[in-house]
């Protein structure tokens, strides 16, 4: 069959692939790594596949529209957020007029199956959770004629004689040999703008593949396992891993690094070290960046710096117990300061990430957060306030503490498409935590001490240079404009 797998558009520069949609400030654009995957598994079935990424094509919709009408496929799958849910419904149901069958995907449907597809009148229904499966076996069924409902992994659209309704058939299960998907990076090879997608942690331009599904921890407000790949971890063999990596280096000589987006690499810290083995056996080079839990040990670390590794990123999130322990983390303080000293000693750069609004939070734990970025001294950081997705522990907890401000899915972002905020907390109103989240951003990386030392990096390393100046490129606006705005 023909069909067109589709990141639609919405906000310019929208990157709405990563675990917090929005326009970032670093200039973060993520490939559509999901949607990679699932075209690589239809390509692989045989089928012919249109590839359209229209925030990192610079497509509008009319253009969009017209690119696939042109194609004239048999289905249309439509990647969404929770942010843009509105506006990604209305384009699927303009896709109908294609007379292609059409079918959103993605966290947001995966959570509210009914209630999402009952956004749009005319597109065909939603394919949930981690897709793969659900999709090849929508196809096959579509190749044969044979009817939608019942396909476990699905939301369909009823109309007739009844009247319109939405029958959900939950997924059943996960896709468990993963090395049995071609490898993603010969997908964005195939068909995408490499040099358009960026995360500032890694090297510039780099390739996003996962190692391993899903992720045993519990924390609260991580998106993908509670809504696609479960809370427990399934992983390619590091053989398979090792392989992609090689055929990075061979196959695509421009990229210079490669992200694992992993939601946690260390899930399993005996394949961390056996896959830093074989990279160095294999003799691969290429740099890579991981999201990595704060709780590696030093002789792991030291491992993974020896087969390459650059940098992680590190949830930290948190520099009060208390507020870690209802985040449901998994980790304290004392472990965290513990793995950025082990870190530091091995020679990985870390990117901290820091949260705030979790319910418990107040303007001083908030300051006690902010405290402890800086006593990390981490080499970039990341902060923002608590997003939560329907699917997840956090939406159910700030619902049930009467604590969720929103009245549509849009108020998930401000109007440029930056990260706004749709919780409070006791003593803070949503705007409050937004502006907590600026002044620490000033706090951190105006330090002289710390420019100083970013500058000193890029002057004797060529990729740092090339990494450092992209994001601030559009990092800079929201520093400045913030500072001269409150200062």
């Given at each position: 069959m023909k069909i067109t797998a589709l990141n639609p558009p919405f906000i310019p520069h929208y990157s709405r692939g990563q675990r917090s949609p929005a326009v970032t400030r670093s200039g973060t654009l993520y490939y559509p790594i999901w949607l990679s995957y699932a075209v690589g598994a239809l390509e692989q079935a045989g089928h012919r596949v249109q590839f359209i990424d229209s925030p990192a094509m610079n497509l509008d919709l009319s253009e969009t529209l017209k690119k696939i009408a042109e194609f004239s496929p048999d289905v249309v799958v439509v990647e969404t957020s929770t942010p843009s849910i509105i506006s990604d419904a209305r384009t699927a149901d303009l896709l109908t007029d294609t007379e292609a069958m059409v079918f959103l995907i993605g966290t947001h449907p995966s959570a509210l199956p009914e209630e999402t597809v009952l956004l749009g009148s005319k597109f065909h229904g939603a394919i949930l959770g981690e897709y793969e499966k659900p999709l090849l076996?929508?196809?096959?069924?579509?190749?044969?004629?044979?009817?939608l409902r019942g396909i476990p992994g699905t939301a369909i659209r009823l109309s007739g004689r009844g009247g319109t309704g939405v029958e959900v058939t939950p997924p059943d299960g996960y896709l468990e040999d993963l090395d049995s998907l071609p490898f993603v990076?010969?997908?964005?090879?195939?068909?995408?703008?490499?040099e358009r997608y960026n995360n500032p942690n890694a090297l510039h331009p780099q390739v996003m593949i996962i190692g391993g599904r899903g992720c045993p921890n519990q924390c609260s407000f991580c998106v993908?396992?509670?809504?696609?790949?479960?809370?427990?971890?399934?992983?390619?063999?590091?053989?398979?891993?090792?392989?992609?990596?090689?055929?990075?280096?061979d196959n695509m000589p421009q990229v210079q690094a490669v992200f694992f987006e992993d939601d946690t690499i260390s899930a399993d810290m005996n394949r961390l070290r056996?896959?830093?083995?074989?990279?160095?056996?294999?003799?691969?080079?290429?740099?890579?960046?991981?999201n990595m839990r704060a709780?590696?040990?030093?002789?792991?670390?030291?491992?993974?710096?020896?087969?390459?590794?650059?940098?992680?990123?590190?949830?930290?999130?948190?520099?009060?117990?208390?507020?870690?322990?209802?985040?449901?983390?998994?980790?304290?303080?004392?472990?965290m300061t513990d793995f950025m000293g082990n870190a530091r000693k091995a020679g990985i750069l870390v990117h901290g990430c820091f949260l705030f609004g979790i319910p418990g939070e107040t303007r001083e734990t908030a300051r006690r957060t902010l405290d402890f970025a800086l006593k990390l001294n981490p080499d970039t950081a990341q902060f923002y306030p608590l997003m939560v997705y329907p699917g997840t522990d956090a939406y159910t907890d700030v619902q049930k503490a009467g604590l969720l401000v929103s009245s549509s899915w849009r108020d998930w972002l401000k109007e440029d498409g930056t990260h706004a905020c749709v919780v409070k907390t006791p003593d803070m109103e949503p705007q409050d935590l937004v502006e907590f989240c600026d002044h620490a951003r000033r706090k951190f990386y105006l330090r002289p001490g710390y420019i100083l030392k970013k500058a000193w990096r890029s002057?004797?390393?060529?990729?740092?240079r090339h990494r450092t100046m992209l994001a601030f490129k559009t990092f800079r606006k929201y520093i400045f404009r913030l500072r001269r705005k409150n200062g």
């Open positions: 076996a929508v196809v096959s069924a579509l190749e044969e004629n044979l009817p990076s010969s997908v964005y090879s195939a068909h995408l703008p490499v993908f396992p509670q809504t696609l790949t479960g809370r427990y971890y399934r992983s390619r063999s590091v053989e398979n891993v090792v392989s992609e990596m090689k055929w990075v280096e056996l896959l830093s083995a074989e990279i160095v056996r294999v003799g691969v080079t290429i740099s890579w960046t991981c709780s590696a040990d030093l002789e792991t670390l030291q491992l993974c710096r020896a087969a390459g590794l650059r940098s992680v990123c590190v949830g930290f999130e948190s520099g009060c117990d208390e507020i870690l322990a209802s985040m449901r983390k998994g980790l304290t303080v004392d472990k002057l004797f390393d060529k990729g740092e």
